[in-house]
């Protein structure tokens, strides 16, 4: 499909919920869901977490690869294209708008009228000495992708962070591990208060506050121990642990459109007055890629809809412009 009029790019609830809107507007959208894009498997960050609590419809609570499965189904089920393609370069300088797929940048471009950005974050690491040596061999950013394995069973291991993701991750670890150090890098958790309290309330759970990660040590092979600071009294001690996770936070998926539409300090896409418009008539944004304040999967499905909504608006005026 060399021409569409409207492509997603991005497959988590702000892409998903877009393109159900678009597939019933029937415009025959065209998803591009990331072959793990930016390491994140198809269907985005939900994929990484266990029971998603907070999503109107499941009051039982539901899992986030199940949900993801279910918007996936959606989709497909209005008659959307879903590509397990990457896409690698994107070009908004003319119309109609030119993209690139991973492996194919150097073959002729692929073009579209509309392009909603749906492409979400990715988790943050913290860059320490040894953290590239024991990536995958003690550190990780996703407990509930690797908790499970056995070199964390029944060990001590830490969480870096503060926020509900921290919590949750710790909680999870609790399974698995034989302790769970939480690494706090000041006096308070930013964690929702629910979150929080079950996290504080764990008895396996033992929250190191004001206390930062400084360095990765291990036997060559595998990790054993974290060098801590402590950064009220400055003191640096060893913390013997067999697994560190990351969660520390999201990085916007931009690359592929900086230099060509405005982003914020920290590379969040901007977008008009809280709206997907950005600065390019056509090429809307979604979700976390443009969302540092409430980076949630309801507000991530809303403003796909919205970006779709949009979208329609767009190419109805698009074509009304070619028949006249
Ligand atoms: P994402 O979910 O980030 O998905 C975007 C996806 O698009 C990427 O993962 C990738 O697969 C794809 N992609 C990226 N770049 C490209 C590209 N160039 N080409 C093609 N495809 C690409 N929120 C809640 O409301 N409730 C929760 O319980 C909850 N739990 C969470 C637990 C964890 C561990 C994490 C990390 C987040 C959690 N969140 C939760 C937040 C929620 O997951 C996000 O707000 C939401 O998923 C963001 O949706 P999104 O559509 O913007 O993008
Ligand atoms: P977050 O809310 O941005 O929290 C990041 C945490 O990491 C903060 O405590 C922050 O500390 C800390 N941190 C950042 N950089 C650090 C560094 N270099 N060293 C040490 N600590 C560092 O991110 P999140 O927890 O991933 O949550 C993201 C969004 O997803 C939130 O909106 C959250 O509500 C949502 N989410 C929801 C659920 C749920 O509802 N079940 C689960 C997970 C995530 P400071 O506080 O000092 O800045």
């Known amino acids: 499909m060399s021409h569409s009029k409207v492509v997603i790019i991005g497959s988590g609830p702000a892409g ?37 609590e907070n999503f109107p419809g499941f009051p039982d609570g539901v899992n986030g690869t199940e949900l993801t499965d279910k918007f996936r189904a959606q989709s497909e089920r209005f008659g959307t294209t879903i590509v397990s393609e990457t896409v690698s370069k994107l070009d908004l300088s003319s119309r109609p708008f030119k993209f690139w797929l991973e492996g194919a940048e150097d073959g002729a471009p692929l073009t579209a009228d509309c392009v909603i950005l749906a492409t979400g974050a990715s988790a943050r690491r913290l860059h320490i000495p040894g953290e590239e040596k024991y990536w995958q061999a003690g550190i990780s950013a996703c407990a509930v992708c690797d908790g499970a394995v056995p070199i964390y069973r029944n060990k001590p291991l830490a969480v870096v962070g503060g926020g509900d993701s921290a919590a949750e991750e710790a909680q999870f670890l609790t399974k698995y591990g034989s302790k769970v150090y939480v690494l706090v890098r000041r006096d308070k958790l930013r964690a929702s208060p629910i979150m929080a309290n079950r996290l504080l309330s764990n ?22 121990n974290l060098r801590v600071k402590n950064t009220v009294t400055g003191d640096s001690s060893d913390l013997q642990v067999n697994g560190l996770f990351y969660a520390i936070g999201h990085i916007p998926a931009t690359d592929l459109v900086k230099g060509q539409v405005e982003l914020d300090a920290e590379g969040y896409l901007q977008t008009i007055n809280g709206t997907p418009h950005t600065s390019i008539p056509g090429f809307f944004a979604a979700g976390d890629v443009q969302d540092k304040v409430y980076r949630q999967a309801i507000t991530s499905a809303g403003s796909g809809c919205q970006a779709a909504l949009l979208a329609m608006h767009y190419i109805e005026e698009l074509e009304d412009q070619k028949s006249n």
């Open 203 to 224: 008895p396996k759970v033992e929250v190191l506050w004001n206390t930062v990660a400084e360095e990765a040590q291990g036997d060559g092979k595998l990790l054993n």
């Open 16 to 52: 998903h919920t877009a393109a159900i809107y678009l597939a019933r507007g029937e415009l025959s959208p065209v998803m591009y869901e990331g072959m793990l894009a930016n390491g994140i498997a198809a269907g985005g960050q939900l994929t990484t977490t266990t029971d998603v």
